[in-house]
Structures are given as C-alpha cells and as structure tokens.
T-cell receptor, first 113, second 119 residues
Framework: GENVEQHPSTLSVQEGDSAVIKCTYSDSASNYFPWYKQELGKGPQLIIDIRSNVGEKKDQRIAVTLNKTAKHFSLHITETQPEDSAVYFCAASRGGTASKLTFGTGTRLQVTL | GAVVSQHPSWVICKSGTSVKIECRSLDFQATTMFWYRQFPKQSLMLMATSNEGSKATYEQGVEKDKFLINHASLTLSTLTVTSAHPEDSSFYIC???????????????FGPGTRLLVL
C-alpha cells in the first residue's frame, strides 16, 4: 500500500518568513496530492491540491510543487502570518471514485511574532 | 460550498453505552463518505469507507460490529460506537466526497469532528 512520509514534524518561523513542508510517497500510481490545515480541536481543511499532470500550483501565499519522478511534493507558504499556525497534513491517493487518502504524519507550524 | 457538518461536536458517555455520530454534507451530494479516528498529536487513521446504499468497507483491524456505519442517503452517514469503552475515547472525523456532478472526484471535505469521551 501507499506510504507517505512528511518532514519536518515541527517548524517554527518568524512572521513574514516562508515555510516549506515536504512529503514523499511510495506508490507510483498515486496521482492526487492534497494538503490540509488542521487547527486545534477542528477538522482538517483543504487548502490546496495538485494532480500529477501539473508540476506546480499556486493560490495566493500558498503553493505546491510536485516531482513525480522523485515521488515527492512540497507545500510552500510565503509571508507567513500568526493565523497560519496549525498542523498541516499532506496526503496522496490514486484518484478516482474508489480511492482512499493516505496521510502523512503532520507538521506543526508555529509562526512567531 | 462543500460544507460537511457533524453532530454532536462532543459527547461524554458511560462505559457500555452506544453513541451515534452523524455526518452530513450540507450543500452537495456525497456518494462516498469516510470515517477517521485521530488520537492526540497523531495523524488521521481511516476506519471505513461508506458508499450510499451499500455496506461499508472497513480497514484492517477495525471491528465492524463495534463501529456500525450506515450511509442511508447521499447527504447522511452515521457512525455508531457500540458498547463503548474508555479506549474508544478519541476524535472522530468524517469526510465526504462529491459525486461526479459535484466537483473533482478525488476531493474529500472534512467535518469538524466529534470528540468522544467514555467514562
């Protein structure tokens, strides 16, 4: 089955700096890679996703890059703000109606003033 | 759009009782819903996949007689924890995936979670 590794487990940045979280996956058939943000006591919120036919996707301060050859994808947050502080999860799936998400272990991002 | 609700948001019950958690997709039809369990400071663990009108598919190690799942309509799935024990205390989260007409087929939208405490 799919295995997703995520690094780092914790990340502390100063407000305004950039944050990068990296994930690797094992199943070469995976073709859908979402990122979720989870605040304390809440459910995960989809913040961005990418499919294997695209190498990069950007939405305002958030971007995701995908390297299918190396089987890794990354989340980039620029101009971080205190409200970006949360746990971020990457995930991977094969896509399609029968697919399941395999989650990474999570990264706790702390944005300090 | 793509809002998923859960009810209740938290519940405390006595050991041996059963607890039902509802998951609703509010503005789309969900052909597939998923149930996850999350322990403190850990990732999400998939418990089961539920398709409307059919039996749920449970992940290895998840007792189907312990965690009963019903997906009776395209907007509602329920998880019943039967004969709950303290070790069942956890954060239970559902997600819903829209049908073909509702958007990208792979996208899962999560509910806010239900915190269960069994005394």
């Amino acid at each position: 089955g799919e295995n997703v590794e995520q690094h780092p487990s914790t990340l502390s940045v100063q407000e305004g700096d950039s944050a990068v979280i990296k994930c690797t996956y094992s199943d070469s058939a995976s073709n859908y890679f979402p990122w979720y943000k989870q605040e304390l006591g809440k459910g995960p919120q989809l913040i961005i996703d990418i499919r294997s036919n695209v190498g990069e996707k950007k939405d305002q301060r958030i971007a995701v890059t995908l390297n299918k050859t190396a089987k890794h994808f990354s989340l980039h947050i620029t101009e971080t703000q205190p409200e970006d502080s949360a746990v971020y999860f990457c995930a991977a799936s094969r896509g399609g109606t029968a697919s399941k998400l395999t989650f990474g272990t999570g990264t706790r991002l702390q944005v300090t003033l | 759009g793509a809002v998923v609700s859960q009810h209740p948001s938290w519940v405390i019950c006595k050991s041996g009782t059963s607890v039902k958690i509802e998951c609703r997709s509010l503005d789309f039809q969900a052909t597939t819903m998923f149930w996850y369990r999350q322990f403190p400071k850990q990732s999400l663990m998939l418990m089961a996949t539920s398709n409307e009108g059919s039996k749920a598919t449970y992940e290895q190690g998840v007792e189907k007689d312990k965690f009963l799942i019903n997906h009776a309509s395209l907007t509602l799935s329920t998880l019943t924890v039967t004969s709950a024990h303290p070790e069942d205390s956890s954060f239970y989260i559902c997600s819903a995936r829209p049908g073909i007409a509702g958007g990208p087929r792979e996208t899962q939208y999560f509910g806010p979670g239900t915190r269960l405490l069994v005394l």
